[in-house]
């Protein structure tokens, strides 16, 4: 069973860092390309970040290019989201999501539990 | 960049009513559209991808179909448990979600 458990959310101020973690099993990571994606709160869906699988590829939302940093490491089976210079509307669940292809294609399953990552002072 | 207008942005039905869905894109987006289910509380889940493709184990209620820019969701007699937040989102370009709909009992 896939399965994709998200860590490192918490409470940071304004201008702050944090790093997001998702531990993959059940499926061969360094195989399938990965994404973040964000949901503020009552609000919809916002892609965030995406990854080849080798992470050669990487894309971001114009919204945190710049801040935001996505990585992998295939030895450890594990997705990370660097996060700088935090702001107020970073304030979401983030989750981690498999996608289909190897690259970021852009088809998103399964999706992991999400973390909440506040920001405020 | 391209833009996707979901509607309508929330919708009442009774069980039993065939419902619908539409997605815009603002440029042709060849088959590259999903549509994913949240309901309250859980994990988003993928329902259909490339346009009209069933995900395994996902009732055949579920529909969608379109081409280029207009694309549709249908669920043909909605149930109970179908009450959520639908979104299409679109991977022609950078991966782009719509507003979402959300669907509630009459």
């Known amino acids: 069973e896939v399965q994709l458990l998200e860590s490192g959310g918490g409470l940071v101020q304004p201008g702050g860092s944090l790093r997001l973690s998702c531990a993959a099993s059940?499926?061969?990571?360094?195989?399938?390309?990965m994404t973040w994606v964000r949901q503020g709160p009552g609000k919809g869906l916002e892609w965030v970040s995406g990854?080849?699988?080798?992470?050669?590829?990487?894309y971001y939302a114009d919204s945190v290019k710049g801040r935001f940093t996505i990585s992998r490491d295939n030895s450890k089976n594990t997705l990370y989201l660097q996060m700088n210079s935090l702001r107020a509307e970073d304030t979401a669940v983030y989750y981690c999501?498999?996608?289909?292809?190897?690259?970021?294609?852009?088809?998103?399953?399964?999706w992991g539990q999400g973390t909440l990552v506040t920001v405020s002072s | 960049d391209i833009q996707l207008t979901q509607s309508p942005s929330s919708l009442s039905a009774s069980v039993g009513d065939r419902v619908t869905i539409t997605c815009q894109a603002s440029?042709?987006?060849?088959?590259?559209l999903n549509w994913y289910q949240q309901k309250q509380g859980k994990v988003p889940k993928l329902l259909i991808y490339?346009?009209?493709n069933l995900e395994t184990g996902v009732p055949s209620r579920f529909s969608g179909s379109g081409s280029g820019t207009d694309f549709t969701f249908t669920i043909s007699s909605l149930q109970p448990e179908d009450i959520a937040t639908y979104y299409c989102?679109?991977?022609?370009?950078?991966?782009?979600f719509g507003q979402g709909t959300k669907l509630e009992i009459k």
């Open positions: 999501a498999k996608d289909r292809g190897i690259l970021v294609r852009g088809v998103f399953d399964p």
């Open positions: 059940g499926f061969t990571f360094s195989s399938y390309a």
């Open positions: 990854i080849s699988r080798t992470g050669g590829s990487r």
């Open positions: 440029q042709d987006i060849p088959n590259y």
């Open positions: 490339d346009v009209s």
């Open positions: 989102q679109q991977y022609d370009n950078l991966p782009l």
